[in-house]
């Protein structure tokens, strides 16, 4: 396994980082991962080329954030790409502020790479939140501002709000089965050369052939036994062309993601051996006849009535 993996420019930032990022929401579920076993996943990562690690406040009640902050220690930090995200109950000037300070605390480090806002709030005023971010990004706090799940009118808000920088990114759910983003907001963030981050690649391991359903699961759309029956016959087109092609489903699903114009997967992982699996979606491109197998399946699952 190469210790160096390729980089892709962020967006008009101009950084240059792994094309995959390494999530961390489950580090801060003890049931799913202890602290040790997180933190030897995040010290592999780095040493086989990530250098973006993706993590929020929420996650774990801030323990995420403290074992990377742990994790990272030993790496040159100008080296690492870190983002997080504050609350969507953090929202007001005042509690952005507050917010981002206990980030940094948690992450024992003196500024965040990347600081998106989690999620919209409806009752909070943007441009509220977004003046404390630039405020952030003027101290030299953060170093970029994004924001996660904005559709794409409250994108082109976000942007008009800030003064001297921009948005950098939007974090949005896109996988091969969900494409919404598609429609408009993907094409949008191509033109503006604003960085796409696709959160739950592999749909939780759905798409690559988990059936079972977790009790931490329970809320996501497809953790249902008919939602999985249904998605089968995409499974296994998957399956049927990772075998063609030598390679593992994960590493189809993710390499589809990849191949995309400036879209960053977000990928989670509590195990070497998957990590090493998802890292080998690089270096290779699927085939434009793969790519049609692949959309002429997915046309034939309706999901509208899942």
Do not use: C
């Amino acid at each position: 396994m190469p210790r160096l993996i390729e980089r892709r420019v962020f967006g008009w930032t101009g950084e240059k980082i792994s094309p995959l990022i390494l999530g961390s929401w489950e580090y801060g579920a003890p049931s799913i991962a202890s602290e040790e076993q997180a933190m030897r996943i995040i010290r592999k990562a780095i040493e086989l080329g990530i250098n973006a690690i993706d993590t929020a406040e929420s996650y774990g009640a801030g323990l995420s954030e403290k074992i990377i902050g742990r994790a990272i220690k030993g790496f040159r930090r100008d080296e690492l790409f870190i983002i997080t995200k504050v609350s969507y109950d953090h929202l007001r000037y005042d509690d952005v502020i507050k917010a981002a300070e206990a980030s940094l605390k948690r992450l024992e480090t003196s500024y965040i790479d990347l600081y998106l806002i989690h999620w919209p709030h409806h009752y909070v005023p943007l441009r509220e939140t977004l003046k404390a971010m630039e405020r952030l990004w003027s101290e030299g706090k953060i170093r970029y501002i994004g924001v996660s799940n904005f559709p794409l009118p409250m994108l082109r808000a976000a942007r008009e709000y800030l003064s001297r920088t921009d948005i950098a990114t939007n974090q949005v759910h896109y996988n091969m089965l969900y494409r919404e983003v598609e429609k408009e907001l993907l094409p949008y963030t191509v033109q503006e050369n604003i960085a796409l981050q696709a959160y739950d690649p592999l749909a939780l391991g759905f798409l690559i052939g988990r059936k079972e359903i977790r009790e931490e699961y329970r809320w996501y759309r497809l953790a249902k036994p008919e939602v999985i029956e249904a998605i089968q016959p995409l499974v296994n087109e998957v399956r049927a062309i990772a075998a063609e092609l030598g390679k593992t489903p994960a590493q189809v699903v993710l390499n589809w993601l990849l191949i995309k114009e400036n879209v960053f997967p977000v990928f989670n992982t509590t195990k070497e051996e998957h990590l090493i699996d998802n890292i080998g979606s690089l270096g290779w491109r699927l085939s434009k006849e793969h790519l049609d197998r692949i959309d002429r399946v997915w046309v034939s699952i309706k999901l509208e009535s899942i």
